[in-house]
């Protein structure tokens, strides 16, 4: 027995339960319940729970155990198992007694998630009554039944650029490590992930920080002024009139000391009409200077007989898209329309009639705003005193200056960064939120202003629903408040840090203004914790730590008056977590299992079977039926983690040219046919659907046919798949590690927001001194302005671009929908490009024996496919980065001879060097290809336009008959070949080391295709 423990509370149990019971008690194995209670911390990253004490009362047996094991994650058969357990190791006097298990003073069956709790013991939940949603599209042709469809759920992504009057500067709040910063990490996955899955599933998302990375901004008012005033109006049965208080007005290129722009200006407002031939409208008609994705953000003013849908029509590249408003919510700020491709130039506009379903109402309006832009708002700091360093000292204000510290004038200056990667505290203020909010320090300190007002941002929005009935704001139902970070700490080896969740119970008397209980909070908590951490394990790595969840006042976590909850995923300081966590494939999981923990929580809340979105689509092909007609077809993807998550419907969206895609068009089968119109490129994506929403789109196929030729099509395979971090290493005795980035940066899905710079500090040993001295993975900052390019799955579209320029039609298919459906075919097509870009033999995280790795450039299949279709006469284009070195030299592999003999004996080509150059400059030379010398730049840098080739191959013939025709100006060394058959071998091929779609100009690709189309469709000679 534990005899610290009888001595501990025998005075107690004699005084509390008398002499009978504290015998009892004091023949309990403390030490044996002890071991019971901590067996359910396994996969816990804690420390261990202890026994506090024993209390009997009546029939009830209550254990205490320390705080910590609210850390558990529990169930009611988890409970019950529990209990059991611990009835084994109480002796046999205590059986009957019913048993009570304390994680501190809370009962753990008051911590089972409501989604597990029982229909009869289900707790409340904080709802609202059924409302019009803040905005919904009109024009989607589908509807969600068990997503998030009307939720509204505000989210950020930890901190952002702010301004340190202590050093008169604008910086990060975190230091720059492992190539990134967590200001800029957590945007990796809640940009391009999380957001885009919450609204898939059919919820309305709202962040205090910026969330288009696009730098450029355009703004168009009825006021003018610094806006563009190409603002019209008509008047139908009712005309438009002044409002009656303050609007937005663009009056200053930059922003200073509480300046509210939507106090500065005016709106106009309108009564509604149920006549829709006699409506009165306002046109915004923006001038684009660049082609490209805008978000569309309009403002308006909420009246208490605002009109519950007010429609928005939004003409852009891909068409015409109409939204509606809930104008009685969401006045005053920047609304979220989408984001939509617009082409330059007056094309663009966005109206708004005055037609309702509901009369006697109003409709507003107000500006118009299109892009993220920059950040626009201007600080200084006080040249008379000396500021504190908010970050550093913790305090607020000024200190004097002595004889010695003369006085300074310091001007008043912007960030000069895009407005995304700045802090919420900036994005609020351009966006009309009370100062009180966005700056509870009135301006002394940006540190603590910003990561103060997150949470108050969530009552502004909330203020005036059942949230917070008392207070101003909005009016908007906020389901739930979701704050995105990474940690700190580091270790050495393989050790992860591991995910975090932090919520709060006790704040506002551990209720929420309708009276149920903020434990909610920890249920919202353990179901995106456990989603984490159960998909990571199984996808991923197996090791990965959950850690504690931590009931504690962070402000992020307990100012919300909704559930709330903050999530530390991984230690971005940490080497073993950001192996992971700079991988695209472990961001889309990790944001769809926050997701799912999401979608569980509110399904729940509101009493719905959920439904999970299905993945994205496979296996997708353009088949070439006749003439100009095609067919597509794809395949769903089961998700092996989620069994709702089938599709049950399909969306093929058709762009036209370099234009947007439509809206979409509902197909209940996996294949879609259609004619396309001659000599245009017409591109096509796929997504899968459910009643629980919509997948993430496939990759981009395209087609056009040539009213000049009546021959076959080519056929462009995209090979490209790949989606990986940047190449890693670290030393036998795990003194140095780190990223290369010169090497390979690996590829980011579509763009990467979080890539600083390069890794410059590889010594594990190195301390943290400062921000601007941060140790051990102490990065370069040359590319944080930007979004650096990645894999956009779009490029049969640049390489079909310079094929029907050429004159020559072509379809496009995926490697794997090639491969199975036998397209590798000298009688179907006429010749084929593979796309290859980057793709290699990379890994996820740390090299695991028992896990394959993933994206070789020529797997068993497509070489047998790629022999077969040679040995037939066919004619092949292959581009990719790492033709020689996957094959030969992957540091991650072992060179199969089978791999260099297909490379050697059918493409031709062998490996002569790797990293062979960093210019980004290649020419032609004489050779059976071209007599022509053609030099052509691709990406070799990190940029905003294409994925960077760092270190391509230098590859040479490999065949007597074959050439070299492509060579680095840098080194001479050879770059491509050519091969036109040989007495026995009679096929021709062309490979060449610089993936094509890099080459950076269009008319260069156009030139080199003409070039490589008129070797290959030369008449057989054999």
Sequence with gaps: MNKRFTIQFLFMLMCSVGISKAQQLLSVDSAA??????????GITMHRVKLDSLRLSHDTLAVYASPNYAYVSFTASRCKTIYEDLKRNLPQTMQPYQLAVYAGDQNIEELIPRFFQSKANKSQAFTYAPYTPLVENLSRP?????????????????????????????????????????????????LPYLIPMLENAGAYVLTPRERDTNPIEVIVDNDGVMAQNHYTETTGDHPWQNGLSAGFAYLHKEYRDFQNPFREGTYRMVSTTQRKKAVSTVCWQPTIPETRDYAVYVA????????????????HSGGTTTLSINQQMGGGTWIYLGTFHFN???????????????????????????????????????GDSIAYDGKIDRKIGYKPRNAYQPALTYPYVTSGYPRYLEAARYSMQWAGVPDSIYSPSHGLDDYSDDYKSRGQWVNYLAGGTKAWPEGKGLNIPIDLSFAFHSD????????????????????????????SSRVANRGLCDLVQSSIVHDIRSLFEPKWSRRGMWDQRYFEAWTPRVPAMLLELLSHENFADMRYGHDPRFQFAVSRAIYKGILKYLSDAYGYRYVVQPLPVRNFSIIPIKANRIQLEWEATPDSLEPTAKATQYVVYKRMGEGGFDNGTIVTKNRFETTIPYDSIVSFKVCALNAGGISFPSEILSAGFSSQTTGNPLLIVNGFDCLSGPDDFCSSDDEWAGFLAEEDNGVPYNGQISYVGKQKEFRRSMPWTDDDDSGFGDSQADYERISIAGNTFDYPYLHGEAMLKAGHSFVSASKNAAIAKAMFDTKRYAAIDLIIGKN??????????????????????????????????????????????????????????????????????????????????LSTIVSPLTNDVLTLDYAAKPNTRCYAVESPDAIEPADSCAYTAFRYPENNK??????????????????????????????ERTKLMQMILNYLLQPSRF
């Design 33 to 42: 319940l002890e071991k019971v209670l901590n067996t359910y911390t396994s």
């Design 344 to 382: 330059a130039g007056t094309t663009a506009k966005v109206t708004l009639t005055n037609y309702s379903k509901q009369p006697n109402t109003i409709v507003t309006a107000d500006a118009l705003r299109l892009g993220g832009g920059m950040g626009n708002i201007a600080r200084t700091t006080n």
């Design 488 to 515: 700190a700490g580091t270790v050495y080896g393989d050790s992860i840090i591991g995910t975090l969740g932090i919520y709060d119970t006790q704040a506002y008397h551990g209720r929420f203004a309708d009276g």
């Design 840 to 921: 290699k033999q990379s890994k996820l995280g740390r090299l695991q024996p028992q896990r394959e790795l993933s994206f070789k450039t020529f797997s068993p299949a497509l070489q047998q496919a790629i022999t077969d279709y040679c040995k037939a006469g066919g004619s092949l284009f292959i581009s990719g980065a790492y033709l020689g070195t996957d094959l030969w030299r992957n540091p991650l592999s072992t060179p199969q001879q089978q791999d260099i003999d297909f490379a050697k004996h059918i493409l031709k080509y062998q490996l002569r060097n790797d990293k062979a150059a960093v210019t980004g400059r």
């Design 142 to 190: 589908y509807t969600i039944s068990n997503g998030l469809s009307g939720k509204h759920i505000a989210m950020w992504q930890s901190h952002g650029l702010y301004f340190e009057a202590g050093r008169n500067r604008w910086q990060w709040q975190r230091a720059r490590m492992l190539q990134t910063v967590e200001d800029k990490y957590t945007q990796q996955y809640v």
């Design 974 to 1003: 050879s770059a491509g070949i050519v091969f036109g058959g040989n007495q026995t071998d009679q096929w021709r091929t062309v490979v060449l080391a610089v993936p094509f779609e890099t080459i950076i100009e269009s008319k």
């Design 300 to 315: 308006y003013t909420s009246l208490p007989n605002s009109a519950t849908d007010a429609h928005y029509t939004v003409v």
